[in-house]
């Protein structure tokens, strides 16, 4: 019965591998809408900030390191470093340091964070070939549509089996980014596409380690690799996503096939793209929302007794670390994201610094947080209930964060966003050039130019 059921699964599927690679391959430059285009520019922007701000974090030195000694030929750039690497490093270690602080880009229908993959590996390779900034969103857009796209098919069933989503399609929409920037056809982005889905990457058991940035970062070299490898001649199936013993139904048990080319060419993924205020786990935000307006309602950490989260299941699935040792684990703890709310109002990357995770006072009013599950809660909202000394009780429930879809950061807010994290990198000036040139991205004759201002000045 099993394998008739397979079978059957199978004549259902449409091929879609050749209908995506047809889709990246023939779609017109900037065929959308302007509300897209500009989505394109803030997934960009966004990227980028996350990127240069994470440059000199232990994970990038470490990872640098480990590519140098293969003595790569400088092709492109490494972005907040002077170093300059080959394009596949280059894709590998600006993936890794866009999400090191968990503050990148969210698709929230999947919760895959796209740019990481694609745009690391579609800035490699425009770097390298020169390309325009026309060239560079086209295939940002294309790439994500195409990730998104394979993400929509299989979560949340893919997500559960344990398989770290934006690893595991960042590889064909950065396959499909570069196949677009080489100007590959039907036939050889298929191929660049069918390469990709033998490498999906991304295991779930590694976040609160440095290997869960790694997975966009090798995403990214993967897919670029797939699509050079194509450019060649390289083969693969042509049923590579759909066939039985396909990507689709080896990593996932669900395959809504239509998922992945309803409204193709009209509905852009990157729209439903959204956009993180607090450095961590998204799944967090409702909470920390919550616990700034508790603070701006004038509650004190010193006189709280107690606070009582409810969220959905998958908050504590996710991030449920009562005593993060240190950043990164930080970052997966809502116990933490709460605190961090309370006593500064915020929670950028400098309240998941390792030295603020174990700060006594943090410490001790993350141990006054208990947390209950209620799936009645959806998984975007949160109820924070806090019980003060003198017996008062404070409720905030968050229906939808900042920064989601409802309640999107605004331009501003994003390029504040960005100088926060790299102007200690690049500095006020280098900065604020850089802003302007990823806000005028789609005008720049080349973005070799917009590379070069992504690092430090000598001197």
Same mark, same amino acid.
């Given at each position: 019965?099993?394998?008739?059921?397979?079978?059957?699964?199978?004549?259902?599927?449409?091929?879609?591998?050749?209908?995506?690679?047809?889709?990246v391959?023939?779609?017109?430059?900037?065929?959308?809408?302007?509300?897209?285009?500009?989505?394109?520019?803030?997934?960009?922007?966004?990227?980028a900030?996350?990127?240069?701000?994470?440059?000199?974090?232990?994970?990038?030195?470490?990872?640098?390191?480990?590519?140098?000694?293969?003595?790569?030929?400088?092709?492109?750039?490494?972005?907040?470093?002077r170093?300059?690497?080959?394009?596949?490093?280059?894709?590998?270690?600006?993936?890794?340091?866009?999400?090191?602080?968990?503050?990148?880009?969210?698709?929230?229908?999947?919760?895959?964070?796209p740019?990481?993959?694609?745009?690391s590996?579609?800035?490699?390779?425009?770097?390298?070939?020169?390309?325009?900034?026309?060239?560079?969103?086209?295939?940002?857009?294309?790439?994500?549509? +195409?990730?998104?796209?394979?993400?929509?098919?299989?979560?949340?069933?893919?997500?559960?089996?344990?398989?770290?989503?934006?690893?595991?399609?960042?590889?064909?929409g950065?396959?499909?980014?570069?196949?677009?920037?080489?100007?590959?056809?039907?036939?050889?982005?298929?191929?660049?596409?069918?390469?990709?889905?033998?490498?999906?990457?991304?295991?779930?058991?590694?976040?609160?380690?440095?290997?869960k940035?790694?997975?966009?970062?090798?995403?990214?070299?993967?897919?670029?690799?797939?699509?050079?490898?194509?450019?060649?001649?390289?083969?693969?199936?042509?049923?590579?996503?759909?066939?039985?013993?396909?990507?689709?139904?080896?990593?996932?048990?669900?395959c809504?096939?239509?998922?992945?080319?309803?409204?193709?060419?009209?509905?852009?993924?990157?729209?439903f793209?959204?956009?993180?205020?607090?450095?961590?786990?998204?799944?967090?935000?409702? +909470?920390?929302?919550?616990?700034?307006?508790?603070?701006?309602?004038?509650?004190?950490?010193?006189?709280?007794?107690?606070?009582?989260l409810?969220?959905?299941?998958?908050?504590?699935?996710?991030t449920?670390?009562?005593?993060?040792?240190?950043?990164?684990e930080?970052?997966?703890? +809502?116990?933490?994201?709460?605190?961090?709310?309370?006593?500064?109002?915020?929670?950028?990357?400098?309240?998941?610094?390792?030295?603020?995770?174990?700060?006594?006072?943090?410490?001790?009013?993350?141990?006054?947080?208990?947390?209950?599950?209620?799936?009645?809660?959806?998984?975007?909202?949160?109820?924070?209930s806090?019980?003060?000394?003198?017996?008062?009780?404070?409720?905030?429930?968050?229906?939808?964060?900042?920064?989601?879809?409802k309640?999107?950061?605004?331009?501003?807010?994003?390029?504040?966003?960005?100088?926060?994290?790299?102007?200690?990198?690049?500095?006020a000036?280098?900065?604020?050039?850089?802003?302007?040139?990823?806000?005028?991205?789609?005008?720049?004759?080349?973005?070799?130019?917009?590379?070069?201002?992504?690092?430090?000045?000598?001197?």
């Amino acid at each position: 019965m099993a394998r008739n059921t397979q079978v059957a699964a199978d004549h259902a599927a449409p091929p879609i591998t050749q209908i995506l690679a047809g889709f990246v391959a023939t779609h017109p430059s900037r065929g959308w809408s302007n509300a897209v285009e500009h989505e394109a520019q803030r997934t960009f922007l966004n990227w980028a900030g996350c990127a240069v701000g994470a440059a000199t974090h232990e994970a990038m030195r470490a990872a640098l390191a480990a590519v140098q000694v293969l003595q790569p030929t400088a092709q492109a750039s490494v972005l907040g470093r002077r170093e300059q690497v080959d394009i596949a490093s280059a894709a590998l270690l600006n993936g890794i340091s866009s999400h090191t602080f968990d503050f990148d880009d969210t698709h929230l229908l999947t919760i895959i964070h796209p740019a990481g993959p694609v745009a690391s590996a579609a800035l490699a390779l425009a770097e390298h070939l020169d390309a325009s900034g026309r060239a560079l969103i086209d295939a940002l857009v294309l790439g994500i549509d +195409v990730s998104c796209r394979i993400g929509n098919l299989m979560y949340p069933e893919h997500y559960d089996r344990g398989w770290h989503i934006t690893g595991s399609t960042g590889s064909l929409g950065a396959a499909a980014a570069c196949a677009r920037l080489l100007g590959l056809d039907t036939h050889a982005t298929a191929m660049a596409l069918g390469i990709a889905a033998s490498q999906p990457v991304g295991l779930r058991e590694q976040f609160g380690t440095m290997t869960k940035p790694f997975h966009p970062g090798a995403a990214a070299r993967a897919g670029l690799t797939s699509a050079l490898l194509a450019q060649h001649g390289f083969t693969a199936s042509t049923r590579a996503l759909e066939a039985p013993r396909g990507y689709a139904q080896t990593v996932s048990t669900k395959c809504a096939w239509h998922e992945a080319t309803d409204e193709l060419g009209e509905r852009f993924e990157i729209s439903f793209n959204t956009y993180k205020p607090f450095a961590c786990g998204i799944v967090i935000h409702p +909470v920390i929302d919550a616990s700034v307006q508790l603070r701006e309602q004038g509650v004190r950490a010193e006189d709280i007794q107690r606070i009582e989260l409810r969220v959905h299941s998958l908050v504590l699935e996710l991030t449920g670390k009562q005593e993060p040792a240190n950043g990164l684990e930080a970052k997966f703890s +809502v116990y933490h994201g709460c605190a961090a709310g309370l006593i500064f109002g915020r929670a950028g990357e400098p309240q998941f610094a390792d030295e603020i995770v174990t700060r006594d006072d943090v410490v001790a009013l993350r141990r006054k947080v208990t947390a209950t599950v209620d799936d009645s809660i959806d998984e975007a909202a949160a109820h924070v209930s806090a019980t003060l000394a003198d017996g008062r009780r404070v409720q905030v429930v968050v229906e939808h964060a900042i920064g989601s879809l409802k309640r999107p950061m605004s331009d501003a807010a994003l390029e504040a966003k960005f100088s926060d994290q790299a102007e200690p990198v690049l500095g006020a000036d280098r900065t604020a050039q850089l802003i302007a040139a990823c806000r005028g991205i789609a005008d720049l004759p080349s973005v070799r130019a917009l590379a070069a201002l992504a690092r430090p000045a000598a001197g």
